[in-house]
């Protein structure tokens, strides 16, 4: 006997209460674990989909800007009432008044023309 090596095998072993309650508490655990991860992951696909989803819209609405060539801002503006000295001023070009001179008329017309066009 003062020969003999000790070695180790796996051999089949009954389970007794003790053992069942270790394992039923030890599979109740992991059970527990799986679940807090599964949920943390349903968390992370959700907001990882809002993510992605917000990174959609936004080049979306870039793009739609690039192709359109503009861009809506909202731009401070002020009305600017501009009162004319001349009452003939209010009445537009070639509407002739009694009194008017055709010839004043037809040029004040043609200059604005040229102002409005940016021509000549």
Known sequence: MGGEQPYKEELKVRLYDDDLK?????????????NTLEARKSEIASSLAAQIKAHKANISEISAKINRGYELREVECSWLMEVRARPEDFNPPGHWRRGSDRSHDASRHAARHRFETGAG
């Open 22 to 34: 270790r394992l039923g508490k030890t599979l109740a655990e992991e059970n527990e674990s799986l």
